[in-house]
């Protein structure tokens, strides 16, 4: 089986229950007016809302690779799901600026840009409109004892903004103040390579 773009949803909420994770800079922001979220963005060996689970090893591979692109302030995702593998700069809403492990959960922070998919996505939060967030991925799929396995060959493009939720005690908070084509590059894949070489040493 070939790859296919792999689309995963995790509700998202505006609220003020969450503890205060912002650094300085990221504090001086909110109170300009700016909106950062944070919460969870991906799970591994569960089954999710699509009915597909991700080995634990799979997803820290790809968080390794995906934190470089946060280095290099590169991660960035659109508001909608486009029907692509590629991330349009033109409609880029947001940057994801951390993410860390809690048990099985990846968890990430996320800055809402200032462009007009940024505004629109800021205005929705402000409202308290409920979203969500979904990984965006090439890879394939296998079936095993009943469960559709994601393989290795999966590899992570983005996180995206999209108001279909599908899996359960997944929530994004609104931090408050008081609390170009292809993004992969040549080195991207050395990088990749690397990793993958290493984890199986």
């Known amino acids: 089986m070939g790859k296919k773009l792999l689309r995963e ?3 998202l909420c505006d609220g003020g229950s969450c503890p205060d994770v912002l650094t300085e800079s990221e504090k001086k922001f909110v109170s300009g007016g700016g909106v950062i979220l944070s919460g969870k963005l991906q799970e591994a060996d569960a089954k999710n809302g699509n009915g ?3 080995p634990k090893h799979i997803l820290e591979r790809e968080m390794k ?3 470089k ?3 290099e302030r590169r991660a960035l995702g659109e508001l909608d799901h486009p029907e692509d593998s590629v991330i349009n700069l033109k409609n880029a809403s947001h940057c994801v600026t951390e993410i860390w492990w809690k048990g099985p959960e ?3 922070k996320i800055k809402v840009l200032n462009t007009p998919s940024g505004r629109i996505l800021q205005e929705l939060v402000k409202e308290g409109i409920k979203l ?3 990984s965006r991925g090439l890879g394939s799929v296998k ?3 009943g469960n559709t396995i994601v393989e290795d060959d999966f590899q992570l493009i983005c996180f995206d903004m999209v108001s279909e939720p599908s899996t359960n ?3 994004m908070i609104k931090e408050a103040k008081s609390h170009e084509s292809n993004i992969f590059t040549k080195a991207d894949r050395i990088n990749r390579a690397l990793n993958d070489i290493l984890r199986e040493e």
Request: net charge negative; no cysteine.
């Open 9 to 11: 949803y995790y509700e």
């Open 69 to 71: 692109l946060i280095d």
């Open 169 to 171: 005690e997944a929530f």
């Open 143 to 145: 079936e095993e004892k």
């Open 106 to 108: 990846v968890h990430g």
């Open 52 to 54: 597909r689970k991700y």
């Open 132 to 134: 969500g967030i979904s």
């Open 65 to 67: 690779n995906y934190q």
